[in-house]
């Protein structure tokens, strides 16, 4: 089974000298800090013994094996220590993906805050749903089940998730894993839907492998913060927000250049329509490198 461990350079230490004098922040007190101490937690979850044996090879008993280690360490850490309000899970798969370490391994990071490109993202959903009165997730979700065969973005549905290429990909092959019903928090997730989404995974990924020539990527699991229920006027998470997993393909070494540092803003060099074909359709693998 899956192992975890303290990462041996982390990016927060849970041992910080003054992490007893940590409070629990509020957004407002967040924003009137400048500094804060390197206080959280970082882990890393060993998938497994086999050292070559990738998450794609390890199949649904794989994927599953790592979301249900995500979900106890992250009910555990949530449970345990109030200080925490926000959790990233994350893989780091191959060189062009920021990877160190050949095992096949995921990352768990706490922090004592909720950080600021993350806060931007959940203020999204949130501006959405009071001009539009609907969640943007399931608005998005009903739009995907709804395309044309031949303009389908959807590579997988199952009893409880759907993966498709986002309309608006930040990237080729960028893989998106979404409850299909209005599922809040991945901590609150069942075993049926903790299974469902790892049949899901381990099918976009034994895709990117089969017609992509087994790109690295970044697996991140995003869910709301863990020990805050609303942003700012109080308005709550659940109305506005699922949690989900993106699968983030690197296909070209670098990452961002000039024009995404300066501009804040990402381009695509293909449509996610003809994307989604090279993985539904085509038989001969795609070199995209």
């Not at 890393?44 to 649904?60: P, T």
Request: proline share 6%.
């Amino acid at each position: 089974g899956a192992r975890v461990v303290t990462n041996k350079y982390p990016v927060l230490h849970h041992s910080h000298p003054e992490d007893q004098d940590i409070p629990t922040f509020s957004l407002e007190a967040q924003r009137e800090s400048t500094t804060v101490p390197a206080f959280g937690y970082h882990e890393v979850v060993i998938e497994g013994k086999q050292h070559n044996l990738s998450l794609a090879d390890s199949g649904e008993r794989g994927a599953y094996r790592l979301l249900k280690c995500y979900q106890e360490r992250g009910r555990h850490i949530t449970r345990n220590d109030k200080r925490v309000q926000q959790i990233i899970y994350f893989k780091n798969s191959g060189k062009n993906a920021g990877a160190s370490l050949e095992h096949p391994h995921g990352q768990i990071v706490g922090f004592p805050l909720l950080p600021n490109s993350l806060e931007q993202r959940f203020m999204s959903a949130r501006d959405y749903y009071e001009r539009h009165g609907e969640c943007a997730f399931c608005k998005i979700i009903a739009e995907e089940m709804t395309q044309p065969e031949e303009t389908t973005r959807v590579l997988d549905i199952n009893e409880h998730f759907i993966a498709f290429l986002p309309f608006a990909s930040t990237a080729p092959f960028q893989i998106w894993i979404l409850p299909k019903d209005h599922n809040l928090h991945f901590l609150e997730a069942n075993e049926s839907e903790l299974r469902s989404a790892a049949a899901s995974l381990s099918k976009v990924l034994g895709l990117l492998d089969q017609k992509v020539n087994s790109p690295d990527y970044n697996l991140i699991l995003r869910s709301p913060p863990s020990n805050l229920t609303s942003l700012r006027d109080g308005l709550a998470f659940t109305r506005y927000f699922h949690w989900y997993i993106e699968v983030y393909p690197r296909l070209s070494p670098g990452g961002f250049a000039g024009f995404e540092f300066g501009s804040g803003m990402m381009s695509a060099s293909s449509l996610p329509e003809d994307n989604a074909k090279v993985l539904l359709h085509n038989n001969n693998n795609n070199n995209n490198n």
